[in-house]
């Protein structure tokens, strides 16, 4: 194997490296780091050099990873990750520490679960920065890659190198506003299947859990609006006849507003749990141990909130 001179490169450069890899674009790139545009495509042009490849490729839409780039990112991440356990080994002090932290979590997840966890950061860590994606397909992934710190979200199953706890447990309840004509009488399954509905779907396509459940009983509903996230769900669903079915925390968050009304669906869609997950590279981090702990009591504040009806 041939030996390399480190003394010689400048390591800062596998920083970037990650950054650009992860990001795909010089800009969002150089957004994350805190550096100029024009310095980040020098340090790409740099890393191209010492890796003797384009790294990155032209691609549909923007930058691909070249084969070269795919080989050496979960490699780099390792690496990266390996030296922040290290450095940090000694001690972690939340009230000064600087930096992003990156979670995966649901947008239905979130909007009930961030504002708790920003408190307790402007609180404890307030120069630590958060980043919330969407985790999409490749959650885990993402996690086995160091490309986010945890991820909350429904885990059925996690491979080898994943840990996970339960925070908490979720019913489903549906929604509609204040004055629906369906108030009116007590919402029957027949009656329920009469309404118009809105699913919050990612992707956009394939059943939901309400839409399972029916398909057990030989029964269908018609969906007339699939949206992306809830905020579009709540504002749609305040303006018109048509009604939600979605975890418990949000509907009360969302009747709260006093626009409206949640009742229990008239048939049993059974709770789910919402975990949160991480490397085990991450395990013994005395950062990413003060991370978990304020996810933990960041979903303890929310639900005392939601039991108090606040």
């Given at each position: 194997?041939?030996?390399?001179?480190?003394?010689?490169?400048?390591?800062?450069?596998?920083?970037?490296?990650?950054?650009?890899?992860?990001?795909k674009n010089v800009t969002r790139a150089a957004h994350r780091?805190?550096?100029?545009?024009?310095?980040?495509?020098?340090?790409?042009?740099?890393?191209?050099?010492?890796?003797?490849?384009?790294?990155?490729?032209d691609g549909p839409g923007g930058y691909v990873l070249s084969s070269r780039a795919e080989e050496v990112r979960p490699l780099l991440s390792r690496i990266l990750a390996g030296v922040g356990e290290m450095l940090e080994a000694n001690a972690f002090d939340p009230a000064t520490a600087a930096g992003r932290i990156r979670l995966l979590m649901p947008d239905l997840?979130?909007?009930?679960?961030?504002?708790?966890?920003?408190?307790?950061?402007?609180?404890?860590?307030?120069?630590?920065?958060?980043?919330?994606v969407a985790p999409g397909a490749n959650g885990i992934?993402?996690?086995?890659?160091?490309?986010?710190?945890?991820?909350?979200a429904l885990i059925d199953e996690a491979p080898a190198g994943i840990h996970r706890?339960?925070?908490?447990?979720?019913?489903l309840v549906t929604l509609m506003r204040a004055r629906h004509p369906a108030l009116a009488e007590r919402l029957t399954l027949d009656r329920f299947l009469a309404l118009e509905h809105i699913?919050?779907?990612?992707?956009?396509?394939?059943?939901?859990?309400?839409?399972?459940?029916?398909?057990?009983?030989?029964?269908?509903?018609?969906?007339?609006?699939?949206?992306?996230?809830?905020?579009?769900?709540?504002?749609?669903?305040?303006?018109?006849?048509?009604?939600m079915t979605l975890p418990s925390s949000l509907a009360r968050a969302a009747a709260n507003m006093r626009r409206f009304v949640s009742l229990p669906p008239p048939l049993d869609l059974g709770t789910f749990t919402m975990s949160l997950a991480w490397h085990a590279r991450q395990q013994h981090a005395p950062r990413h141990i003060w991370l978990r702990r304020a996810i933990?009591?960041?979903?303890?504040?929310?639900?005392?909130m939601i039991d108090v009806g606040t």
């Open positions: 194997m041939r030996e390399v001179d480190l003394r010689g490169i400048d390591l800062n450069l596998l920083v970037v490296l990650e950054t650009l890899l992860d990001e780091l805190g550096m100029s545009q024009p310095a980040a495509s020098r340090a790409l042009a740099r890393l191209r050099a010492l890796f003797s490849d384009a790294l990155l490729v997840q979130a909007a009930a679960l961030a504002p708790r966890l920003l408190t307790r950061l402007a609180r404890e860590a307030p120069s630590l920065d958060l980043d919330i992934e993402a996690l086995e890659q160091g490309a986010a710190d945890a991820m909350v706890r339960r925070l908490y447990d979720e019913e699913v919050v779907s990612v992707t956009g396509v394939g059943p939901a859990p309400v839409d399972e459940a029916l398909a057990g009983m030989g029964r269908t509903r018609r969906v007339k609006l699939r949206v992306p996230n809830f905020f579009a769900a709540v504002e749609i669903a305040a303006r018109s006849d048509l009604i933990v009591a960041a979903v303890t504040d929310m639900s005392s």
